[in-house]
């Protein structure tokens, strides 16, 4: 079975510049998370998608941070502009819903931004 | 909302010698509590839960946690550390009641295993 797919692995942009990070999620895994990992810290939620809806976009900062999940699959979260205080690793995870849902959520290999 | 500490920051050991990394949650309902390790540029791989039932549990790589209801703490231990264990350890705590499970993370323990 696949694990969760991230792309790119590493990015390193200047401040201002716009970036843009995918994930797919297991298949069949009707959650999706956004989660941002700065150095030395644990991951905090940015937003989580029931299927195309985002139920819990509470900490997402939307001035500069969007996501989207269009079909309910393949997610995209979209940074513009960059600041240099957005410097961290971007973590996707999903899990499934309902009755197998026990909490645990299966992560990418994450998303490094480095903004110059 | 419920809430993590990991009272330490990093734990250096020596090989083959036990570990103990702590960690203490708050949370006003019922929890379900984890374990994730992360290697160097990687993602989060979970090492064991606590869902419901015994209070030891076990998970993998030989790594053991107890849940203390009235201690509100959820240590992981294992009684021989190997080199390749070295990485960042992060507990997590989620409400375990309905089915939108939004985990928090502690803000992890990095542990140094030493030949």
């Known amino acids: 079975e696949a694990g969760v797919v991230q792309s790119p692995r590493y990015k390193i942009i200047e401040k201002k510049q716009p970036v843009a990070f995918w994930c797919n999620p297991i298949?069949?895994?009707?959650?999706l998370y956004w989660y941002r990992q700065n150095l030395g810290q644990g991951p905090e939620l940015l937003i989580r998608?029931?299927?195309?809806?985002?139920?819990?976009d509470s900490q997402l900062p939307k001035d500069r941070f969007s996501a989207e999940r269009l079909k309910g699959v393949d997610s995209t979260l979209k940074i513009q502009p960059a600041e240099l205080g957005d410097s961290a690793v971007y973590l996707c995870a999903s899990s499934p819903s309902g009755r197998t849902n026990t909490g645990e959520l299966f992560f990418g290999e994450g998303s490094r931004l480095t903004v110059l | 909302a419920q809430s993590v500490t990991q009272l330490d920051s990093q734990v250096p050991v020596f090989e083959e010698a036990p570990v103990e990394l702590r960690c203490n949650y708050s949370s006003s309902v019922s929890v379900y509590l984890f374990w994730y390790v992360q290697y160097p540029n990687q993602g989060l791989q979970l090492l064991l839960k606590?869902?419901?039932?015994?209070?030891l549990v076990k998970g993998i790589n030989g790594f053991e946690a107890e849940f203390n209801k009235s201690q509100t703490s959820f240590h992981l231990r294992k009684p021989s550390v190997h080199i390749s264990d070295t990485a960042e350890y992060f507990c997590?705590?989620?409400?375990?009641?309905?089915?939108?499970?939004?985990?928090?993370f502690g803000k992890g323990t990095l542990l140094t295993v030493n030949p």
């Open positions: 606590y869902l419901s039932g015994s209070t």
């Open positions: 998608y029931e299927n195309e809806e985002a139920v819990d």
């Open positions: 298949s069949g895994h009707n959650t």
């Open positions: 997590a705590v989620t409400s375990s009641g309905g089915s939108n499970y939004k985990l928090t």
